[in-house]
């Protein structure tokens, strides 16, 4: 995704830190624009196609029934525990179409969709094997697979994160990088989201716009399930970003990569509650007050989406999407910043960052 800034005059030195402030909104922004700009049709988004793992010959069709019940009741607790029906109301309420943005929550909404349906039919005699054809798609499989994959915690994985022009980053050395990354974060919290960082040390010029940055998370081109990590670039500016800057923005970014949309290490249940928890917390009134993220208004986010966005409602829900993705990662960067003084000044934000950092942390 590209990402546009106006082209400026060099500014002087002093100017340096708040331009690079104002790149780095305006780039966010683009970022969110664009993504929201495609949402995800309910087409696209169930094009899977729900193909029956063959299962064991040996395997009877009693002992298919059992595990596929035994599944259904689990799937069904679990949403019944996690309110998750109640939370993803409230997104709904919260965020509208877009909601759409965070897309898994089109395949959450309709993983629960079916699971309702096995609901209704879970005395039928079909449900969840099909006598005459034992390995035939029934809802019982179909809920099962989805609760198998989708539902249940993934495993940290300790992939390497790969480096990219660093090196040509004048003063920073890749050695640093890798040493801010390792000193300031959990074990697998980046490395099982992020697949690179990337400096890229180009000015581009189109028309009277300057490309930035480009930031591939998960977007609706991801393969389903989505199993590629995030790649961060961070491109220079026209005054050359300082290695402060640098990290400055490498530790917002970092969380976009492990929020409930990106994040390798949640299941469905978490990604609706970690969204829930954020959300409520961006519009407290007592809540973490982020210049950037309280600067960010619905008049700049409209230029995008001319002739989309045309009522108060949906123009609220827009600006309460974007507000919670920035907060989460302004408070997650808060509480790495200074663990004890973000939890002497804003516990309730703190209790919300360290409960999800050490959901996708603690296996
Ligand atoms: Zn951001």
New binding site residues.
């Given amino acids: 995704m590209e990402n546009f800034i106006p082209e400026t005059e060099t500014l002087p030195k002093q100017e340096h830190k708040k331009k690079v402030w104002s790149y780095f909104l305006k780039r966010?922004l683009m970022i969110i624009a664009l993504s929201l700009a495609t949402v995800a049709t309910p087409e696209s988004v169930n094009a899977q196609s729900e193909i029956e793992k063959p299962a064991a010959s040996s395997l009877k069709q009693g002992a298919l029934e059992n595990e596929r019940k035994k599944d259904f009741h689990l799937f069904e607790e679990l949403v019944k525990q996690e309110k998750i029906k109640e939370k993803l109301a409230f997104l709904n309420n919260s965020f509208g179409e877009f909601l759409g943005n965070f897309f898994i929550a089109s395949r959450i909404s309709a993983d629960v969709g079916v699971l309702e349906q096995l609901e209704k039919r879970q005395k039928d005699n079909d449900a969840f094997v099909n006598k005459d054809a034992l390995y035939a798609m029934t809802l019982g499989s179909i809920v099962s697979q989805r609760f198998n994959e989708r539902w249940k915690q993934p495993k940290i994985s300790l992939q390497p994160v790969s480096l990219k022009n660093t090196e040509s980053f004048s003063g920073l050395f890749p050695k640093e990088i890798e040493f801010f990354l390792n000193t300031n974060y959990p074990k697998g919290y980046i490395s099982s989201s992020v697949a690179s960082i990337e400096f890229i040390d180009i000015e581009i010029i189109k028309g009277n716009l300057q490309i930035l940055g480009k930031n591939e998370g998960l977007d609706i081109y991801s393969p389903i399930p989505a199993d590629s990590r995030s790649n961060i670039r961070i491109y220079n500016t026209r005054e050359k970003l300082t290695k402060e800057d640098f990290i400055d923005i490498l530790k917002?970014?970092v969380h976009?990569a492990n929020d409930w949309q990106n994040s390798k290490l949640l299941s469905s249940a978490e990604r609706v509650s970690m969204l829930y928890d954020v959300a409520l917390r961006s519009i407290a009134s007592d809540r973490f007050m982020s210049p950037y993220v309280e600067g960010i208004k619905i008049e700049e986010l409209e230029t995008h989406f001319k002739g989309k966005i045309d009522n108060e409602t949906a123009k609220d829900q827009l600006l309460k999407f974007v507000h919670a993705?920035?907060y989460w990662?302004e408070i997650a960067k808060a509480y790495f910043n200074n663990k004890q003084q973000f939890k002497k000044d804003h516990l309730k934000d703190y209790d919300v960052v360290k409960k999800w950092i050490d959901k996708m942390t603690k296996n």
Avoid: S
């Fill in positions: 966010h917002h970014e976009h993705t920035e990662a």
